[in-house]
């Protein structure tokens, strides 16, 4: 499954393609709208995007925790050299300061992820923010290519912005549309 990238310049342009999507057969769960008029999205019914897709919660906190995984090797490692505890500390203990450790690190960096913008949609961050709305599709295979002659074909309009192998890889690059880049 791929996500494709659409930038529409206005609301009603982004409630046609919404319907014309519906239309070809892609369902409500694989279309979400990026946009900083929220109560235009509702008033329309249009799917705004959820926070795993705006904020980078789960980037951050999968390096928050790698973090805490080596910080936790490192001080289970201390811990085995100065004996804190006392001789003989079981290897469950050591495995305990690992665990604390990494998920303390998973925390902090899920917290620097909710106040940070997702890096693939950092991209087009002015565009959001001079008005325009960002269309995500999620397509199937065998939709990737209806979906794109209708959007040609009914939407000179909206310009494809960029296509990504699969948005829930939160390392994945993006590659941007020539005309975007």
Known sequence: MKCVY???????STQQISDDLHGIGVDDWFLHVVSKDESGLSKEKLHSSNYLETLDLIRNGLIGASLGFVAGVLAAMLAMAVEPFG???????YIAIVFVLSCFGAWVGGLVGIASENKKLANFHDDIESG???????????????????MKAKHAEATLAAV??????????????????
């Open 164 to 181: 990504d192998a699969s948005f829930l890889n939160p390392f994945a690059q993006l590659k941007l549309s020539p005309k975007v880049a």
């Open 6 to 12: 659409y930038l529409s310049p206005t609301l009603k």
């Open 87 to 93: 001789p003989g500390m079981h290897w469950v203990g």
């Open 132 to 150: 325009k709305y960002l269309v995500l599709i999620y397509a199937k295979k065998h939709q990737e290519t209806k979906i794109q002659e209708m």
